[in-house]
Each structure stands twice: as C-alpha cells, then as structure tokens.
C-alpha cells in the first residue's frame, strides 16, 4: 500500500541547518513529480519545493535561495536541505505528488520543523 514517511525534524536556532527525508512506497516514484508541504499552525497546508522526474526544481519565494529540494529514485527518496531557516518557518513538513494524486487524499504524519528565534 502507498506509504510516506518523513522524517529529519526537529528544534533549530533561526539561522540553522535541517535535512528532512522522505521515503516513499506503494507509489511508482520515479514517474511523479514530488514535492514538500508545510502547514503551520493556523494556516493552510502549502507546497515549498517540487522535483520533477526530469529534476526541474521549483520553489515558493520564501524559501528561494535557503531550501534545496533532491531525490534518489534508485532508494524512492526525496530531500530537502533547509539552510538558513527562519521563526516562519516553524511548520509540519510533509512529502507528497506534486500535483496530489496518491488515493484516498493520503498523507504522512509529517515531521515538525520548530525554529527558535
């Protein structure tokens, strides 16, 4: 069955470092386009970063220039390097398709990124 499991969370100083994985099964990975959400508290659920399978990036402008989005369709991986963080980056991180397309609005548990100012 399709199964997402995130993970590399946790508590970091406004200016720190996280690597977030996530990996996937159940899914035919290296056919879809993947992507990291967030959902602060409050706040609708959004995309941050996307991979095609071709390895076209795309992010939102807040994280430009401090997120680095990377998969490995060999281990049905996919990655993202958080630098530089921010206070409003405090959020639930999950994986996903880009655009949503796994069965039954199927989602992960997410790994909570908190930082600190």
């Known amino acids: 069955q399709v199964q997402l499991v995130e993970s590399g969370g946790g508590l970091v100083q406004a200016g720190g470092s996280l690597r977030l994985s996530c990996a996937a099964s159940?899914?035919?990975?290296?056919?879809?386009?993947m992507g990291w959400y967030r959902q602060a508290p409050g706040k609708q659920r959004e995309l941050v970063a996307s991979?095609?399978?071709?390895?076209?990036?795309n992010y939102v402008d807040s994280v430009k220039g401090r997120f680095t989005i990377s998969r490995d369709d060999a281990k049905r991986t996919v990655s993202l390097q958080m630098d530089s963080l921010k206070p409003e980056d405090t959020a639930v991180y999950y994986c996903?398709?880009?655009?949503?397309?796994?069965?039954?609005?199927?989602w992960g548990q997410g790994t909570q990124v908190t930082v600190s100012s």
């Open positions: 159940g899914i035919i990975f290296r056919l879809n386009t």
């Open positions: 991979i095609t399978r071709g390895g076209t990036r």
């Open positions: 996903n398709t880009d655009p949503l397309v796994l069965p039954y609005n199927y």
